[in-house]
């Protein structure tokens, strides 16, 4: 099965870089700490679930050089069970914000990019995490969740985000074209 390709372009540079999409089963090789492949490897991408939720301490601090940057803090929130029958424990988020920490890690060749974006049922049940690249290796795979619901519950291992892999062709494949510069000076038109 063939690969959809995928053109981005930077207009203002003039240059377009030339994007492959990997397949799930090719992503998969890329991906460490998959649950269940049947249900997380897909045509062109593969599932992150839930590993640990964190609520987040209320202070962090940014700069601009660094040297005063502090993260904001982590407080660990405990799943508990929800129904004497369950075998998986639950965790009841308020409307919030959430730090998750993913079972699975991800290791990208240098040719290679990821798109972490929001499952679809995670938006449909009231919350969301920003889209977002990700190059070489990560782990753990963290991802901000916002809860805009007034209770979201979420199961342990719930598929909460997908990963599409990009190759990318280093190589450009259109030239540069050259800019045409006036050497002229505008010229003015007088009023009547």
Same mark, same amino acid.
């Given at each position: 099965?063939?690969?959809?390709?995928?053109?981005?372009? #930077?207009?203002?540079?003039?240059?377009?870089?030339?994007?492959?999409?990997?397949?799930?089963?090719?992503?998969?090789?890329? @991906?460490?700490?998959?649950?269940?492949?049947?249900?997380?490897?897909?045509?062109?991408?593969?599932?992150?679930?839930?590993?640990?939720?964190?609520?987040?301490?209320?202070?962090?601090k940014l700069d601009f050089g660094g040297g005063e940057y502090v993260p904001a803090g982590r407080v660990e929130i405990a799943p508990r069970q929800l129904r004497p029958e369950d075998n998986y424990l639950w965790w009841e988020l308020d409307r919030d914000t959430y730090f998750v920490e993913c079972?699975?890690?991800?290791? #990208?060749?240098?040719?290679? @990019?990821?798109? @972490?974006?929001?499952?679809?049922?995670?938006?449909?049940?009231?919350?969301?995490?920003?889209?977002?690249?990700?190059?070489?290796?990560?782990?753990?795979?963290?991802?901000?969740?916002?809860?805009?619901?007034?209770? #979201?519950?979420?199961?342990?291992?719930?598929?909460?985000?997908?990963?599409?892999?990009?190759?990318?062709?280093?190589? #450009?494949?259109?030239?540069?074209?050259?800019?045409?510069?006036?050497?002229?000076?505008?010229?003015?038109?007088?009023?009547?």
């Amino acid at each position: 099965m063939a690969s959809p390709i995928v053109w981005t372009a #930077l207009c203002r540079l003039a240059i377009v870089v030339f994007m492959q999409i990997l397949s799930g089963k090719d992503a998969a090789d890329q @991906i460490a700490g998959i649950i269940h492949p049947k249900y997380q490897v897909h045509g062109f991408s593969v599932h992150l679930t839930v590993r640990k939720i964190c609520a987040i301490d209320p202070a962090g601090k940014l700069d601009f050089g660094g040297g005063e940057y502090v993260p904001a803090g982590r407080v660990e929130i405990a799943p508990r069970q929800l129904r004497p029958e369950d075998n998986y424990l639950w965790w009841e988020l308020d409307r919030d914000t959430y730090f998750v920490e993913c079972n699975e890690t991800i290791s #990208l060749a240098s040719d290679q @990019i990821a798109l @972490i974006e929001p499952e679809d049922r995670l938006l449909r049940a009231g919350a969301w995490h920003a889209p977002l690249f990700v190059r070489g290796h990560v782990d753990p795979v963290e991802l901000l969740l916002t809860v805009g619901v007034l209770q #979201l519950r979420v199961k342990e291992n719930a598929r909460i985000a997908r990963v599409r892999l990009f190759r990318i062709d280093e190589k #450009l494949k259109s030239r540069r074209t050259p800019r045409k510069r006036s050497t002229s000076k505008p010229s003015r038109t007088k009023r009547k």
